[in-house]
């Protein structure tokens, strides 16, 4: 009729020219084209990045998000507590949504999340070890009490893993049968990796060699070596990290958490003068410098070597 007549001629110049494509058609659009295949944290993501810019900004079509806007964003997520990594994590994700609707519209407009600035390192408290007496403390503990969570924690202390990637262990990623007895962290649909380089062997030795030794003997049922937080399509890794962390607590200094393990197994491989290459490939941290993504990487008696030494420290 008449009305919507009258409504449709009100359009804003910039839009009329273009598709009036929404934010949500944007996201839509990316997580089908460019999802396929992907694991559920990149759709995660992507949703995630849009649903903050809403709550920041309001819902609007893609040409009407400013500069303004872009900045609003940045600062509602700095206000939300996201540490600065996250917060790059975020902005990644909602630039690449729209560079894809630009791209795929053929939209002539310039990306607002393109270019902007936030301090990378804010929030970050500086991440401490916990000292080598603590660590021999927990270890004798975990022994003691001998069961499933303290097994999760014995495995951890001397590998420095991640604690998802302990969690999400299935039985067969334990070798014990080896002349070096290790663990084989890989990707699996139920608990995707960190990065690409995060896929290794690491040796297992003093406290984490015993707990691979229980896991392997309990549980018979489940191909699963911590069937309690796996029983939903993905490793619940924030339900062991608040159990752990909870129990924990009694037993290490003031803001050390279960990651703590994980630079504490940095320092100690420093300590024997470990190669910094080596403790990259040991604890799946990405390797700086150029050249070091050729070869195979180290051998497991080469990082069998080094955590020897750690394990009698």
């Known amino acids: 009729g008449y009305g919507s007549f009258t409504r449709n001629t009100q359009l804003d110049v910039s839009t009329a020219t273009e598709p ?6 944007a996201l839509e659009t990316y997580v089908t084209q460019k999802g396929a295949g992907k694991s559920k944290t990149f759709h995660a993501a992507a949703q995630r990045a849009c649903s903050y810019l809403v709550n920041a900004c309001g819902a609007k079509t893609l040409p009407e998000y400013t500069r303004a806007d872009a900045l609003r964003y940045r600062d509602y997520l700095i206000a939300r507590g996201l540490v600065g990594s996250s917060v790059g994590r975020v902005i990644s994700s909602i630039r690449a949504v729209f560079n894809f609707a630009i791209s795929e519209y053929a939209l002539d407009l310039k990306n607002p999340f393109v270019g902007m600035y936030f301090d990378k390192s804010a929030g970050v408290s500086k991440r401490l070890p916990i000292p080598i007496d603590d660590i021999r403390k927990v270890q004798h503990l975990c022994k003691t009490i001998d069961d499933d969570l303290r097994w999760l924690v014995a495995l951890i202390s001397d590998t420095g893993m991640r604690l998802a990637e302990g969690a999400g262990l299935l039985k067969s990623d334990i070798i014990l049968d080896a002349d070096i007895p290790f663990l084989s962290v890989m990707g699996h649909p139920w608990r995707a990796l960190k990065t690409s380089g995060s896929r290794r062997s690491v040796p297992l030795v003093n406290a984490s ?3 691979a030794r229980r896991l392997l003997e309990s549980f018979p049922d489940s191909p699963y070596a911590f069937p309690r937080y796996n029983r939903k399509e993905t490793t619940n890794a924030n339900s062991a990290s608040a159990a752990l962390n909870k129990w924990l607590h009694q037993y290490v200094p003031e803001g050390r958490t ?13 300590a024997v003068e470990c190669p910094s290459d080596v403790i990259d490939q040991i604890g799946g941290w990405a390797t700086e410098g ?8 180290y051998s497991l008696k080469v990082c069998e070597k080094w955590m020897s030494l750690v394990a009698q420290k």
């Open 20 to 25: 009036c494509i929404t934010l949500s058609e």
């Open 209 to 211: 060699l015993w707990a």
């Open 258 to 270: 279960m990651h703590s393990f994980r630079h504490s197994m940095r320092d100690r491989l420093r």
């Open 290 to 297: 150029v050249g070091q993504g050729y070869g195979e990487g």
